[in-house]
């Protein structure tokens, strides 16, 4: 078993946890991590970037003059790439940029992530995020308290539209239920704040 100091939303230590050591003490495997991140990143790209073939942009198909006896080069339609207003020869086409990842390896990623930022002691448990009432401030204090650096991930047991709604003009942070947290948030994070109720979600979800 790992332990992981808790803490309450004024910033002291109220005691200590104990974590699986499958999900936060195990040894990182960067190649896993890698691909997992990868995959993350090229699921976020729109994959919408399109240039226009010489099937597809407009112009008579006709061919300009004659094949012979003009003098100049021979020529068919005018929608060739090396003329103004021509198609793209070799250019971006819509696609999904999606890559296949196996859940087992999601899951192996995830603890890596974990692990190698509970090494680092970058991971902070906090006994609650209940805020007295719902402004950007009273989070923000809560932060503050936590000594959090930006960027900061906060993991909730479940999405809460209050505490979203207060953190969304925070400057990088990023709040995600623990359904939803993945490798690639938990590595750009320089602090990782977990809500004490969220651990055992997070342990049933990757055991």
Request: proline share 6%; net charge positive.
């Amino acid at each position: 078993m790992v332990r992981l100091p808790v803490y309450n939303m004024e910033g002291a230590q109220t005691g200590d946890l104990e974590v699986s050591a499958d999900i936060f003490g195990a040894s990182p495997r960067p190649g896993v991590l890698h691909q997992a991140v990868l995959a993350v990143l090229a699921a976020r790209r729109q994959g919408t970037a399109h240039a226009k073939t010489r099937g597809e942009v407009s112009g008579s198909s006709r061919k300009l003059w004659r094949q012979k006896g003009t003098g100049r080069a021979r020529v068919g339609d005018r929608r060739p790439p090396h003329w103004v207003g021509g198609g793209v020869a070799i250019g971006p086409r819509a696609r999904s940029h999606r890559q296949r990842v196996s859940r087992r390896m999601k899951v192996e990623a995830l603890r890596s992530a974990l692990s190698a930022r509970a090494s680092a002691g970058d991971v902070t448990v906090v006994e609650q995020v209940e805020l007295a009432e719902p402004k950007t401030r009273a989070l923000n204090e809560v932060l503050i308290a936590l000594r959090a650096e930006a960027p900061t991930l906060l993991v909730l047991p479940e999405a809460n539209k209050i505490v979203w709604r207060c953190g969304r003009n925070i400057p990088r942070l990023n709040i995600q239920p623990a359904a939803d947290l993945n490798c690639y948030d938990v590595m750009v994070a320089r602090k990782v704040i977990i809500a004490k109720d969220a651990i055992p979600r997070l342990e049933e979800r990757l055991s």
